[in-house]
């Protein structure tokens, strides 16, 4: 019975890790911010919709940084 429990909420871990993959990395494409791609644009506008404001500036905070680590990346290494 214990068990069941245990897989129960690992399930549901590991289908919220997948969706937050997902939802991050449908964020990071063009179609998320341009509104004439109606179904991406209105996900994600859904989500930050649903997400406290603070903890959505430290997201946008952190994929800011993360972009910039990505850009020296591609800067160093793909352009030499």
């Given at each position: 019975?214990?068990?069941?429990?245990?897989?129960?909420?690992?399930?549901?871990?590991?289908?919220?890790?997948?969706?937050?993959?997902?939802?991050?990395a449908?964020d990071?494409?063009?179609?998320?911010?341009?509104?004439?791609?109606?179904t991406?644009?209105?996900?994600?506008?859904?989500?930050?919709?649903?997400?406290?404001?603070?903890a959505?500036?430290?997201?946008?905070?952190?994929?800011?940084?993360?972009?910039?680590?990505?850009?020296?990346?591609?800067?160093?290494?793909?352009?030499?």
């Amino acid at each position: 019975m214990l068990g069941g429990i245990f897989r129960f909420i690992g399930t549901l871990l590991l289908v919220a890790l997948v969706l937050a993959v997902l939802l991050i990395a449908l964020d990071c494409t063009n179609y998320a911010h341009n509104p004439d791609h109606s179904t991406a644009y209105a996900i994600i506008e859904s989500v930050r919709n649903s997400i406290p404001a603070d903890a959505l500036a430290a997201y946008d905070e952190i994929k800011a940084q993360a972009f910039e680590v990505w850009q020296r990346f591609l800067e160093r290494f793909v352009d030499a």
